[in-house]
């Protein structure tokens, strides 16, 4: 008895001699077991997302241990990047902490596929705080707008970009926090870049970096700069105060200038239509609602518009049509449009807001905006054949506001 005692101790020391081969112990057992685990998503202990390595492996990635994982044999790492950082990581985060003294050079990133299946990366925008577009200067009359309102929505100061994405990305301002976009990678890497511009506002971002490899469905469309997965839910252009519950009389909401991309829905199964509402509807007195793009040249110029009369700022909703008063599902006989633009929300020349859907698969819809707004409050004589001229009484959306809609999607 002893004997086997012994015989199995050397054994499990790994001592290979002809006693431990004639054993009646066939599995050799080594001293010094290997755990191995997946390098999966993970969720670290302050809410932002990581990998699972362990601490070894975190510390090579200039990463942070946030939380144990693969039932404590891992960290949690997070990797975190400043200005001039590169990352190759599922997972990365590009921060700048609340200052007003940004980089005074050219603050740019590299984000580099972290397998030669990644076709996609989402920037998460958890904070996005940089110096807004220039705005409308109310009583102090068109002169100050700039030339045809050149300047209004441009990104005069600060922008943020994607460079090296196969179909590029627009360059925006304001404040974009809850606000998201997609990046395709061209080639192995994209370069993330903002500019800043010498005012001494306060900046701050923390931007989530997600890479999802081809033909995974939660990456989205090639081509799509926003992707929304969720069967409800809301989109606003870029600058649109997301949460806003009411909209002043003389708002100096913006939407920015040159503005040309594709936002796209994942259709749920049994689903068939979707529509869209403005986020804020109009109250009593003649309140504006989240949504005004452009004006066309009629007799009725605040109305809202579509098609040909849309020549610059609109959305192209592709066969979108009214819904019915009261019922969502049924369609007026209204023919369909494509784009829709104006102060009101509808498919019709008509002053009443209304829910636009469409039933074209595959979900998606797109933005255009030019670089040439003008004053809402230009003189009458100003009119000329630019689409957003008038003279606007208080209460009336300004033409430049852009967009907050509601979606839902509805069943078959």
Sequence with gaps: MEGKSLLALLCFLAIQDAQ?????????????????FPNSNCAGIDGRNGTCYTAEECDNRNGLSNGQCAEGYGVCCVVTLACGGSSAENTTYLELAATTTPPSTNCEYKLCGA????????????????????????????????????????????????????????????????????????????????????????????????????????????????????????????????????????????????????????????????????????????VPASYGLGLAITATPTFGRTGTDCTSDYLIIPEGVNAAVGNPISTSAQANNNRICGRVFTTAAEAIPRTICTSRIPFSIKFRTDQDEVSKFAAASMIVAKDEVINDAAGVSPGYLGFSLNFLQEAC
């Excluded at 431990?20 to 191995?36: A, D, G, H, Q, Y």
């Excluded at 707008?145 to 090296?164: E, K």
């Excluded at 839910?233 to 040309?260: E, K, M, R």
Aim: charged content about 15%; aromatic content about 10%; hydrophobic content about 30%.
């Design 20 to 36: 431990c081969e004639n054993s009646n112990r066939s599995p050799k057992i080594s001293l010094f077991n290997v755990v191995t």
């Design 115 to 286: 397998n030669a299946n990644v076709c996609r990366i989402r920037f998460d925008f958890e904070v996005f705080i940089i110096d807004a577009p220039f705005v409308e200067t109310f009583g102090t009359g068109p002169g100050s707008q700039g030339l045809r309102g050149g300047a209004i929505g441009d990104c005069v100061s600060d922008t943020f970009s994607v460079a090296g994405s196969q179909f590029g990305s627009p360059a925006i301002c304001g404040t974009n926090t809850g606000q998201h976009l997609y990046a395709d990678i061209n080639a192995d890497c994209i370069t993330p870049r903002f500019l800043f511009g010498g005012s001494t506002n306060t900046r701050q971002y923390r931007i989530k970096t997600t890479q999802y490899v081809c033909g995974d469905e939660m990456g989205g469309p090639i081509g799509c700069l926003q992707y929304f997965t969720a069967v409800t839910g809301t989109v606003a252009s870029f600058n649109y105060p997301l949460g806003t519950t009411a909209i002043g009389a003389n708002p100096t909401i913006t939407h920015l200038s040159d503005q040309h991309y594709d936002i796209c829905f994942r259709r749920a199964s049994g689903n068939c239509r979707l529509c869209f509402s403005p986020t804020v509807e109009n109250a009593a007195g003649n």
